[in-house]
Nanobody
Framework: QVQLVESGGGLMEAGGSMTLSCAAS????????MGWFRQAPGKEREFVAA????????TYEDSVKGRFTISRDNAKNTAYLQMNSLKPEDTAVYYC????????????????WGQGTQVTVSS
């Protein structure tokens, strides 16, 4: 069982930066690939970024490439999402999730989810 808790959301002006954190419980954090997803009001939850358990491989949704960076610190059982050059369309609830395989863009592949953290970007 893995419990995930996101933090770091809030209100930011367009062009600003923000870092989200995802703290995980358990002693096998490095065995899980981690993903970040987001859900805007009235829209489906969508993939943002993912990272393998070792941290050596990452993948991003096209609209965030070059602006967002996913990383992890396995010693701290924490995953991060660094978000730069924020845009109003990045406004959403951001969720972190964990899976034991590598199907990064598939919601159904993730067995564990956090409660989400709100990110609001003003224009």
């Amino acid at each position: 069982q893995v419990q995930l808790v996101e933090s770091g959301g809030g209100l930011m002006e367009a062009g600003g930066s923000m870092t989200l954190s995802c703290a995980a419980s358990g002693r096998t954090f490095s065995s899980y690939a981690m993903g970040w997803f987001r859900q805007a009001p009235g829209k489906e939850r969508e993939f943002v970024a993912a990272i393998t358990g070792s941290g050596r491989t990452t993948t991003y949704e096209d609209s965030v490439k070059g602006r967002f960076t996913i990383s992890r610190d396995n010693a701290k059982n924490t995953a991060y999402l660094q978000m730069n050059s924020l845009k109003p369309e990045d406004t959403a609830v951001y969720y972190c999730a964990a899976q034991g395989t590598w199907s990064p863009r598939s919601l159904n592949a993730y067995a564990y989810w956090g409660q989400g953290t709100q990110v609001t970007v003003s224009s």
